[in-house]
């Protein structure tokens, strides 16, 4: 598989999208500025954590019309898998590839911890090697994870099979006690409408080896792996 | 230079107005005698700055020197940016802690996020890649009407930086003491990793070559911080808001990784941040230590607001800047990584030989100052001091009579705000980013950080008991040093150096000169007996309001070495079914307990002794079982005594233990805060080969129990359950900062 990570001024969690990459394939990924318009010939385009251009108009807003942008969405609609994790995920929804809106967490502050998480949807690269219904945990780490769309959109992404993670209980109970940021109906992650483009708010490249304590990211990355080589 | 060569148009400069600035007569005398004249304004502002305590360490200087400093692992001690150890391999570890103490408490978001963005400016000037944020915080009384707001706005600014720059923070402590009320300490630290025979100092070199500035544009803000950090605060403390800087970390990541990649070409001869005193100390230091001159023609300097005057560019403590001096006809080449990152780059003079700092502007010289002249007048004090008197040891019969439950007590100690969890605080902090934490706040007694793409990794920690340096700063000072000592020994680290963080009151009062002076003395008899020497600090004085100063508190942050990330230990228990020991020596000291505070509400005593032979003893013996991977956890006994630092494992763990002799204790043994002991956890088939080493060691070593259930239970039954522990230990910081003010 080969993956190419953007790098936007700002961006900070790169080097461990590289370094799962890197781990689950084999292959090191490139590392493309955002200021390039060309991309290579790759399978997989992660558009990694961070704070691109400080989040400081918006999270996410200024990354999306950064020149590389073009390309990704132009790759995407030709169906190459794009990954987008936490300000990635920011970024690629305010770049028009996934619906909705990540607005600041409903406690008003940052949230760093590992946190449980349920697998929705396993109809995708990047969740076949999970099982239905397995609580997950994934490190979190954000200030404005809290996602957003209108009621008819999240009956339309529950019908259509696209949300992939939601934030649970560690019973696994998609309740208000397991609603980690208050997002709407729980969600931590969706895919498109081909299920081929994931943004997710939580790090499952930051849980793929016994140094992290935890290991239950790797399947993400390696489902990638097998569907993509 | 004669008088009428400077320009003009700005005020005469009067003793009056020299005496505003924060120069004594004497002061101001002697620089009448340097110049042969008057100064303009701007030098005034400019030698201010210079000789201010913050920038001078004028009280303190005398007493630094007599920290051991040296050892085989040093490779550039205190006087540069940051510290500079020998890490294997080619590696080095570049290290430091600083105060931010007085802006954070005048407004504590930008307060604190500065801090944590200069000290890392710090590190990465030398060369290093930032890998460990840590933080050392001591807070007012909870009941204190502004403690709930420092807090929450010092917690928000440390992780609003921190968080963006993308450098886990992993690591640090929080105290509440009402001596604190007026004076919060915010001491931050941040460990990096260079290669060895690639650091950077800050010597200019060279006649003739440029000197550059980048990062962001100079504004008013943080005019003349270091002169307000080098005064007490009065009431009208809040009318010097406009010294605070306010930081932006999104250019300060975009400054590394410039710094960064410029530190790859072979273009630098000297860098060196713009922290306090800004312009002015980055120039002056880097051309006074290569004996040189430096032009600067502020012309040249990116500028945020229009119409800044000479003095107010000279004074401007604008964040996120950096001085460089490049080889010349590198320009372009390091230009393009600075455009490449969207930041000013802009060449605002060059070096000379003339030994002077002239500064010029709008065609007229503003100042012209003989710097080494004027460095070496620097004033130094030797202040009159007066030894701590010794507290009175504690009443044989404090205890008599004493029969409170040891199941409630222990709740309640483990709900007071100085033990308990801190967990809403470091949970705002990114403490994962880089992919190489090991071991964050809450797991182990010190934050661990592998290399990026090695097997070994950094151990960290900051450590201070600063009821223990009130009562005898001798004892206080060795103990800071111990501790710091003991919880990277507890991971399995070898102890390589310190950086100290000296915060006291004002040093013109003998009392303070001695506790400063006494916390020195005890943390150089640590330093030398443990091999642990100083290679960075800071010194924060006049920690006082309105006549009341802070307990002293000589902040330690220290590192150590371990050959592999996955040899280390935590503190949680790691399953049922262990064998629970004690390694060190319980004798039952009481005085300047938590127990003796949060139980008996008396402040006394003489805070516990510290034998530095027995501390190498039992820590050396500790870190051979957890490297021979015999050790399963490991806690050291600190605050609260042997069955707090027990409560701490099993509440990590979930898992609890039984103990069978415990609850026949009489509660000195169990609350006392004797030194030189950890708990560890051992499978029950390495218990008696242990008991029979440390028997050859000379340490000593006794078998408290088992662990397993869901509760403390000792020979009468339960005492506790984990879930009550948890509950008390983790319920009162939520329940504080929720409650309504």
């Known amino acids: 598989m080969k993956a190419a990570v953007i790098v936007f001024p700002g961006s900070n969690r790169e080097r461990d999208a590289v370094a799962a990459l890197e781990a689950a394939s084999g292959v090191r990924p490139f590392e493309v500025w955002h200021r390039d318009t060309e991309l290579p010939e790759v399978d997989l385009i992660v558009v990694p954590g961070g704070f691109s251009y400080g989040d400081y108009l918006r999270s996410g807003a200024m990354a999306a019309h950064s020149p590389i942008m073009r390309e990704v969405k132009a790759r995407a609609e030709r169906g190459v898998r794009v990954l987008g994790i936490c300000n990635g995920f920011q970024i690629i929804t305010e770049a028009g590839l996934l619906p909705g809106a990540l607005r600041r967490n409903a406690a008003l502050k940052f949230i760093c911890k590992h946190a449980p998480l349920r697998v929705e949807n396993t109809d995708s690269p990047f969740t076949a090697k999970y099982a239905k219904g397995q609580v997950v945990r994934f490190p979190v780490a954000h200030h404005d994870g809290n996602f957003w769309v209108d009621p008819d959109t999240v009956k339309r992404l529950e019908d259509n099979g696209q949300i992939a993670f939601r934030y649970v209980t560690p019973e696994g109970e998609a309740s208000e006690a397991g609603n980690l940021n208050g997002s709407v109906a729980n969600i931590a992650g969706i895919f498109n409408e081909k299920r081929t483009v994931l943004g997710l708010m939580p790090h499952p490249e930051d849980a793929v080896e016994a140094l992290h304590g935890n290991t239950d990211g790797r399947a993400l990355f390696d489902g990638l792996v097998e569907a993509l080589s | ?741």
């Open chain 2, 1 to 741: 230079m004669t008088k009428a060569s400077v320009s003009e148009n700005e005020v005469q400069v009067t003793a009056e107005i020299a005496a505003e600035h924060g120069l004594t007569p004497e002061e101001y005398g002697n620089l009448l005698s340097i110049l042969g004249r008057a100064p303009t304004m701007t030098e005034l502002g400019i030698v201010s700055v210079m000789w201010s305590e913050h920038c001078s360490y004028k009280s303190s200087k005398f007493w630094l020197s007599k920290l051991p400093t040296t050892g085989p692992q040093v490779i550039c001690g205190p006087g540069e940016n940051a510290g500079v150890v020998d890490f294997g391999d080619g590696d080095a570890i570049i290290f430091k802690m600083e105060s931010h103490n007085h802006p954070s408490y005048i407004e504590p978001y930008q307060g604190a996020a500065t801090g944590v963005g200069g000290i890392l400016r710090d590190v990465f000037t030398m060369g290093a890649r930032p890998i460990a944020n840590l933080n050392a915080l001591r807070f007012g009384s909870p009941d204190h009407p502004k403690t709930r707001h420092l807090v929450a706005g010092v917690v928000a600014g440390i992780g609003g930086y921190g968080n963006c720059v993308g450098v886990p923070t992993v690591a640090g402590e929080t105290n509440f003491h009402p001596a604190y009320n007026g004076n919060i300490l915010v001491n931050a630290m941040t460990v990096g990793v260079a290669k060895a025979d690639r650091i950077f100092y800050s010597a200019a070199a060279g006649v003739g070559n440029p000197v550059v500035y980048v990062g962001s544009k100079t504004g008013r803000d943080g005019i003349h911080g270091a002169t307000m950090a080098s005064a007490e605060f009065s009431e009208d403390s809040e009318e010097k808001r406009p010294t605070v800087q306010v930081g932006d970390p999104f250019t300060e990541k975009l400054l590394i990784e410039a710094c960064l990649e410029l530190m790859e070409t072979d273009t630098i001869v000297a860098i060196q941040d713009m922290g306090a005193a800004g312009l002015t100390s980055s120039s002056v230091e880097m051309a006074g230590k290569g004996g040189l001159g430096i032009q600067l023609d502020l012309d040249d300097v990116p500028m945020r607001e229009t119409g800044m005057t000479p003095y107010e560019i000279m004074l401007s403590e604008s964040q996120e800047r950096m001085l460089i001096i490049l080889k010349p006809g590198s320009e372009d080449q390091a230009r393009a990584i600075f455009d490449k990152w969207e930041l000013d780059f802009a060449v605002i003079g060059h070096l000379t030989d003339s030994g002077k700092l002239v500064v010029t502007m709008h065609g007229r010289t503003w100042a012209e100052l003989p710097i080494a002249p004027i460095s070496n007048a620097s004033p130094l004090y030797e202040r009159p001091w007066e030894p701590t008197p010794a507290r009175a040891e504690l009443p044989a019969d404090l205890l008599a009579g004493w029969n409170q439950p040891l199941g409630k007590t222990l709740e309640t100690l483990l709900s007071c705000p100085d033990l308990a969890s801190k967990r809403w605080l470091w949970e705002q902090y990114d403490s994962l980013v880089n992919g190489n934490t090991r071991f964050m706040s809450g797991q182990a007694d010190a934050g661990v950080v592998r290399l990026p793409d090695q097997k070994k990794a950094v151990a960290v920690t900051t450590d201070c008991t600063p009821r223990y340096c009130l009562a005898d700063p001798v004892r206080g000072g060795a103990q800071a040093v111990v501790e710091a000592w003991r919880n990277l020994t507890a991971v399995g680290a070898l102890p390589l150096a310190i950086t100290d963080n000296m915060n006291f009151g004002n040093p013109e009062k003998p009392r303070i000169m001695g506790q400063f002076v006494g916390a020195i003395q005890g943390m150089a008899d640590a330093c030398r007996a443990l091999d642990f020497p100083v290679v960075s600090g800071n010194v924060s004085l006049y920690n006082e309001t309105n006549g009341e100063a802070i307990l002293p508190t000589p902040a330690i942050g220290a590192i150590g070495l371990l050959p592999d990330a996955m040899i280390a230990t935590g503190l949680a228990f790691p399953a049922a079914g262990q064998t629970i020991m004690v390694v060190g020596e319980t004798k039952g000291h009481l005085g300047q307990s938590l127990f003796l505070r949060e139980i008996l509400k008396s402040e006394d005593g003489p805070p516990p002794p510290v034998d530095l032979a027995v501390e190498r003893r039992n820590g050396d013996f500790v870190r051979t079982l957890i490297r021979e991977g015999i050790a399963t956890a490991c806690h050291d006994v600190s605050d609260g005594g042997l069955i707090v630092a027990i409560a701490e494992m099993a509440m990590a763990s979930g898992i609890g233990a039984t103990l069978p002799s415990l609850d026949d204790q009489p509660p000195a043994l169990l609350f006392g805060e004797d030194q030189g002991r950890y708990v560890i956890t051992v499978t029950p088939d390495k218990a008696a080969d242990i008991l029979m080493r440390a028997g050859e060691a000379g340490v000593p070593v006794a078998v408290l129990g088992t662990t397993g259930g869901n509760a403390l239970v000792g020979g009468k039954g339960e005492i506790v359950t984990i879930a009550a522990l948890k509950a008390a230990n983790e319920g009162w910081l939520p329940g504080y900062m929720a409650a309504a003010e």
